[in-house]
């Protein structure tokens, strides 16, 4: 019955009489308040991780408490408090495996998918100062001289006020592991007329994987699968699959 009692209270099924049962056994009973609480934390730990090995352990665990404690009545308050204990201990180690192992997989993924942009815009021809300095900077851009393509997109929309630039400058800061700077010149090429715009959302997303911020790459995952553009389509989709 007691059991009864505190498996209806996990799942929020208790009817009027069995709430009023079940709070007198808890401030009163204190061999029902060590079995609600295993079975609370026992509760939180399915919720950290729903692998199946992982409930069948906890399963398995659960079962040998029950035999130990028919089998030495005695002892049962005791087994108890050791099962509560174990449970936060495996709970505490999901954490910490979930945290330090998984924290990287973002970035690990940020390495696999991105790759500079080839230049799609801008011709190189050497006819004019202007046209110069393009070469020059797209020279340094393939040639992956980050620095020095840096120096020259810059140099570039300070003059042309051309929000195109800013895509490739953008990547170049992801090249140079400066996602926050990318996403926010990124956002600059998605709101104006370059024709470039609808592309932003893969380097987007590549950006906050590289800060960490899977949510958001997520999102701008998604918009890119629904882009009419074909660009990085596909890898958009394997990467959302990855993600989720």
């Known amino acids: 019955m007691k059991d009864k009692l505190i498996e209806k209270y996990l799942f929020n099924t208790l009817n009027d009489e069995e709430t009023k049962l079940f709070l007198e056994l808890k401030n009163n009973d204190a061999e029902f308040r060590e079995a609600l609480e295993y079975q609370e934390n026992l509760k939180q730990v399915c919720k950290i ?6 409930k069948k352990m906890i399963a398995s665990f659960e079962e040998a ?11 049962h308050s005791f087994y108890y408090k050791m099962a509560v204990a174990a449970v936060l201990v495996i709970s505490l180690g999901f954490f910490i495996t979930t945290f330090f192992f998984k924290k990287e997989e973002p970035k690990a993924l ?3 998918y991105f790759e500079v942009s080839k230049n799609v ?6 006819s004019s100062p202007e046209e110069n300095q393009l070469t ?3 020279i340094a851009y393939e040639n992956k001289d980050f620095t020095q393509a840096l120096t020259l997109f810059e140099a570039y929309f300070e003059e042309t006020k051309d929000t195109t630039i800013l895509y490739y400058q953008a990547n170049v800061l992801l090249a140079s592991d400066k996602p926050e700077q990318a996403i926010e010149l990124l956002n600059i090429v998605e709101h104006s007329s370059s024709n470039l715009s609808s592309r932003t959302h893969w380097y987007k997303a590549l950006a906050y994987l590289k800060s960490n911020k899977q949510a958001e790459a997520i999102l701008e995952l998604e918009i890119a699968v629904k ?4 660009f990085k389509k596909v ?4 990467l ?3 993600l989720n």
């Open 49 to 54: 991780e729903d692998d199946l090995q992982f």
């Open 65 to 75: 408490i029950k035999k130990e404690n028919n089998r030495n009545p005695l002892n």
């Open 110 to 112: 940020f390495a696999t």
């Open 121 to 126: 815009s801008y011709p190189i021809v050497r």
């Open 136 to 138: 020059t900077a797209f």
């Open 227 to 230: 882009n009419q553009e074909e």
């Open 235 to 238: 890898e958009a989709q394997n």
């Open 240 to 242: 959302l699959k990855q």
